[in-house]
């Protein structure tokens, strides 16, 4: 029988909330099967900076990368919180794992269900992927800011894209959109950015004369998200970069039924490193330790998570449960751990 060492990061605020669901439902998918998940626990967050000082040290990072995949919930304290350095979690924790692990891909699907309940009035059946670049672009760290806190205070952000990175990004792109739709839009900001946009409309125009059966268009990333609004059904695989990526996909999961049912898969596709699969939502301070999180999006990450390790069919009795579970909604409020275990009765049944 097959073993999957599985590190489980249940991180912040909703994050072991969510992450106590999606390991009910993994446990139950796998039960009397053939794979068995040995799971190794990781106290990382802003608790345990909090707690220690520490956020991710070389140990940690070695163990983790030691493991077949990695669950995570959710890390980041409240906004503002004065005891917490800037961005030490989100940049010393979060991001250090995206990039130490080279996950360059980060994908975003974002699909309507039957019942799933969405702000739009009629937006028919929705189902399209973003792959995020994951590893450059503004979140890279390349800044500096001299003369804090006078008039004269400068702040620099840097955009950081290489031919390599863009390249492979969108190679993947491709190859997903060859496997669904066959429709590829690149979105961007070449009417500003020209520097980043032209290596990216380059490797655009290369890897699309390789996909001559693949529809390629080009949106500004302000009009993508007009459309993601107005008309998303016409996007099968979106590819951009990391942040304009993160944007859209928050307005991606908005539109399709909400942030709770987002799931993501930070993707090494090379195999060198282990995947890190989460939802796209934070630690939500806001319902933190209230049991009101849908637990929905950590367990669609699970079912992300089995397709990646090749557990086609549990990925999709996963699915399947959640279809159902969303289906079957009346409006009611549930508790997150009832919302769960609705999903393992299903899978079950
Ligand atoms: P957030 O996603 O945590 O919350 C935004 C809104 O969505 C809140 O009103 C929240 O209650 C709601 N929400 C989120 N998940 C939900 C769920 N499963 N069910 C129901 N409602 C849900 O975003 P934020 O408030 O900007 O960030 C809070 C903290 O989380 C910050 O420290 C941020 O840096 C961090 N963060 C971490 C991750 C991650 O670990 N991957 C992702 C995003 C934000
Ligand atoms: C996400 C989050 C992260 C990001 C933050 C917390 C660094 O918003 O996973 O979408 O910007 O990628
Ligand atoms: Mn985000």
Redesign the pocket.
Known sequence: SRVVKLAVIPGDGIGPEVVAEAEKVLDAVTAGGDVRFDKTRFSLGAGRYLDTGDTLTDDDLAAVAGHDAILLGA??GVPGDPRLKDANI??GL??KLRFELDHYV?LRPSKTYPGSVTPLADPGEIDFVVVREGTEGP?VGNGGAIRRGTPQEVANETSVNTAFGVERVVRYAFELAERRSRRVTWVHKTNVLVHAGAIWQRIVREVAAEHPDVAVDYLHVDAATIFLVTNPRRFDVIVTD?LFG?IL??LAGAVTGGIGLAA?GNINPDGAFPSMF?P?H?SAPDIAGQHRADPTAAILSVALMLDHLGLGTESLRVTRAVEEDIAARTGAARTTPRIGDDIVARLQA
């Open positions: 890390v980041g989100e940049r979060l991001l980060n979140y990391n993160d996909t928050d993501s989460e796209v934070g």
